[in-house]
């Protein structure tokens, strides 16, 4: 499965933005889809997933602020970032999972979102 990010960009403080994840064959057969991010100097870590059965869960960081979405009719994964701050400024990455007799991850390339006034 290929995974390929797009809307990253610069925004200004308490702005929004909105990431997508388009997949090269149906989301509906990966048991999760989820974002990652990566800040400069630190490790990568997990922003937001949605499994299969639309069961989310959130970094406490971005809880109430970021929402995960998928379109299984479009291949897509969705990320609304609001309330955006410095902190979140990272190159945001998408990961799907799927169970093939043993666990499988596929990652886009990611997207840069800058959060600066």
């Known amino acids: 499965v290929q995974l390929l990010e797009s809307g990253g960009g610069l925004v200004q403080p308490g702005g929004s933005l909105r990431l997508s994840c388009a997949a090269s064959?149906?989301?509906?057969?990966?048991?999760?889809m989820a974002w990652y991010r990566q800040a400069p100097g630190k490790e990568r870590e997990l922003v937001a997933l949605i499994t299969n059965s639309d069961v989310t869960n959130y970094a406490d960081s971005v809880k109430g602020r970021f929402t995960i979405s998928k379109d299984n009719a479009k291949n897509i994964v969705s990320l609304q970032m609001n309330s955006l701050n410095p902190d979140d400024t990272a190159v945001y990455y998408c990961e799907g999972r799927q169970l093939r007799g043993s666990w499988m991850e596929f990652w886009g390339k990611g997207t840069l979102v800058t959060v600066s006034s």
């Open positions: 064959e149906s989301i509906f057969s990966l048991n999760s």
